[in-house]
């Protein structure tokens, strides 16, 4: 089973984008300092779409337009179930490991960081997470992103395994 979902399309969704971070890079020259700034940028549809990008420039806006392009390229779709994920995951990239846990309604959005940024953007509005390891802002978004695409919704799940819905839940 390959996890390489299929491409989206940036047209097709009213997507909506939120900066993570932005980070000032100096780089020192014989003339001086060069400033540069990199922008971490999430995009998503909140209705299971979402994607991110990194975008690098002399200006924080000309950044944060490339990061928003980027994260366009970068699109997927994940499961959501009644508001929140199916079930419990944990993502790994790089020195930064995110747990998302289901939670019941009027939760909200327990997470930090990169962690809510993608959850909302992505349209979850109950969820438990907790955020390990490395706090590197783009390692929790990938990492984020990673756990969403282990989830797997109840309908596939039966597909996979050629059962029905109901022996999913009742085995």
Not at 16 to 45: L, P
Not at 97 to 123: D, F, H, M, N
Request: net charge positive.
């Amino acid at each position: 089973m390959s996890m390489t979902p299929k491409k989206l399309k940036a047209s097709d969704f009213q997507l909506e984008e939120k900066v993570v971070s932005v980070n000032r890079v100096t780089k020192v020259v014989k003339g001086g300092r060069n400033f540069s700034f990199a922008a971490v940028v999430v995009v998503g549809n909140g209705n299971g779409v979402v994607g991110y990008g990194l975008g690098k420039a002399k200006e924080v806006t000309n950044a944060i337009v490339k990061g928003v392009e980027d994260a366009k390229k970068n699109l997927v779709r994940v499961p959501i179930l009644r508001d929140t994920v199916p079930h419990a995951s944990v993502g790994k990239f790089g020195g930064g490991s995110v747990l998302l846990k289901p939670a019941s309604p009027g939760t909200g959005i327990i997470a930090g960081g990169g962690v809510r940024v993608v959850l909302e953007s992505a349209g979850v509005q109950n969820v438990l997470s907790k955020s390990k390891g490395s706090s590197n802002p783009h390692n929790v978004v990938k990492a984020t992103l990673q756990a969403l695409l282990q989830l797997r919704d109840p309908v596939t799940v039966a597909a996979q395994r050629g059962i029905t819905i109901d022996k999913v839940f009742n085995g």
